[in-house]
């Protein structure tokens, strides 16, 4: 889609907005015209098309965004993860000219699972800091916990260095998000996010420190 094409449907084309039309030309027709109508806001449909993903994840962007009252930083962070999402056919009893209408992805699995692998990051990283802190490690003490408030101020710092990296690192091809994408495929009613980190939280810290070296 072209710039008067983007023009007709309302776009402005001025410098400040050249980035937002060119993100918005990679929606699908549909998000297009709801963001063109207001129906969808236009900077989260503009961080939407940024991520150029298939047409059935983005909608299942643009599903979240209007059902969790998303903001466009919010849309954002969820479109780099739709990058790396993978649609899932549905094939199985499927009229001719049907499948793309019954296929879905991964993407709310993989939301879910990198949305608890950060709160488990920041809450090791508040239960270090309790150690670490002089004050607070003798109050522990005296409550008869045995506190080692030096190797709690190491370890809080390899863990805020973890924390500070894995958004950045999982958001390229490799190992860590392979292995955060075989962890979301594990998500079940019974299994839920938060589980399956706690089940291989090691495994996690070791892809995270193996990429920052």
Same mark, same amino acid.
């Given at each position: 889609? *072209?710039?008067?094409?983007?023009?007709?449907? *309302?776009?402005?084309?001025?410098?400040?907005?050249?980035?937002?039309?060119?993100?918005?030309?990679?929606?699908? /027709?549909? +998000?297009?015209? &709801?963001?063109?109508?207001?129906?969808?806001?236009?900077?989260?449909? &503009?961080?939407?098309?940024?991520?150029?993903?298939?047409?059935?994840?983005? @909608?299942?962007?643009?599903? !979240?965004?209007?059902?969790?009252?998303?903001?466009?930083?919010?849309?954002?962070?969820?479109?780099?993860?739709?990058? !790396?999402?993978?649609?899932?056919?549905?094939?199985?009893?499927?009229?001719?000219?049907?499948?793309?209408?019954?296929?879905?992805?991964? !993407?709310? /699995?993989?939301?879910?699972? %990198?949305? &608890?692998?950060?709160?488990? !990051? @920041?809450?090791?990283?508040?239960?270090?800091?309790?150690?670490?802190? /002089?004050?607070?490690?003798?109050?522990?003490?005296?409550? *008869?916990?045995?506190?080692?408030?030096?190797?709690? %101020?190491?370890?809080?710092?390899? #863990?805020?260095?973890?924390?500070?990296?894995? *958004?950045?690192? #999982?958001?390229?091809?490799?190992?860590?998000?392979? +292995?955060?994408?075989?962890?979301?495929?594990?998500?079940?009613?019974? %299994?839920?996010?938060? #589980?399956? #980190?706690?089940?291989? +939280?090691? +495994?996690? %810290?070791?892809?995270?420190?193996?990429?920052?070296?």
């Amino acid at each position: 889609m *072209g710039p008067e094409e983007l023009a007709a449907y *309302g776009v402005p084309r001025d410098g400040r907005t050249t980035r937002t039309a060119l993100e918005l030309a990679h929606l699908p /027709p549909d +998000l297009f015209e &709801a963001a063109a109508i207001g129906r969808l806001p236009l900077e989260v449909a &503009a961080a939407i098309g940024s991520s150029r993903a298939p047409d059935t994840i983005q @909608r299942q962007l643009a599903q !979240l965004a209007l059902r969790n009252d998303w903001t466009a930083a919010k849309a954002r962070e969820a479109a780099e993860i739709a990058r !790396l999402a993978y649609l899932r056919p549905f094939t199985q009893n499927c009229l001719p000219g049907c499948e793309d209408l019954l296929e879905s992805s991964d !993407l709310e /699995p993989l939301l879910e699972i %990198r949305a &608890a692998i950060r709160a488990r !990051l @920041r809450s090791e990283i508040r239960d270090l800091s309790a150690a670490a802190l /002089p004050k607070r490690a003798s109050v522990l003490a005296a409550a *008869g916990n045995v506190i080692d408030a030096e190797g709690s %101020r190491q370890a809080r710092a390899k #863990v805020q260095t973890s924390a500070a990296y894995f *958004g950045e690192l #999982v958001n390229h091809p490799g190992p860590l998000a392979d +292995l955060v994408g075989l962890l979301a495929g594990e998500i079940t009613t019974k %299994r839920p996010a938060s #589980v399956i #980190v706690s089940e291989n +939280l090691g +495994l996690l %810290r070791e892809s995270i420190a193996a990429l920052i070296g």
